[in-house]
């Protein structure tokens, strides 16, 4: 790779040695860059092709059965939610009358579904709650 930067070595008051050598060190700096992005690219263009090939294979399986029409009347039977019994609405007044220290009424009562591994939707919820004042009475 000599000749790639004539100018150094043909520069005025440099030793002939140096320049060349200073030339030499260039020109295989310049071969290390460019075989080091042909390896980079190279390597992109294979990940690519193997992504490709992966699609078309994909494509070719079949897609998954749908459930059977039992399954389907079995899943729609099934309910949601939990009921909400008048139990549950007596018992959760009874906690809240506790715990305001005063006659409570449960105007509305909801099941929120919990999903475990949310921390933001737990330390959110966790920040809501303990940001209502709660009074304890002592009897």
């Known amino acids: 790779m000599n000749g790639i930067f004539p100018l150094i070595a043909s520069s005025p008051g440099a030793a002939g040695g140096a320049a060349s050598d200073l030339n030499h060190l260039i020109g295989e700096g310049v071969e ?34 749908k459930p059977s029409a039992a399954a389907a009347s079995a899943a729609a039977k099934t309910p949601a939610e939990p009921a909400i019994t008048p139990e549950l609405i007596a018992v959760l007044a009874a906690a809240a009358t506790v715990a305001v220290g005063r006659p409570a009424r449960v105007s509305r009562v909801r099941f929120v579904s ?26």
Do not use: C, N
Not at 33 to 51: R, T
Not at 116 to 126: L, M, N, Q, S, V
């Open 114 to 139: 919990y999903t475990p591994g949310h921390a933001w939707t737990e330390r959110g919820r966790t920040t809501v709650q303990s940001s209502y004042p709660v009074r304890k009475s002592v009897r």
């Open 32 to 65: 290390l860059m460019i075989v080091g992005m042909g390896v980079v690219f190279s390597a992109l263009v294979l990940v690519g092709l193997v992504m490709v090939v992966l699609r078309l294979v994909a494509a070719d399986k079949q897609p998954a059965a």
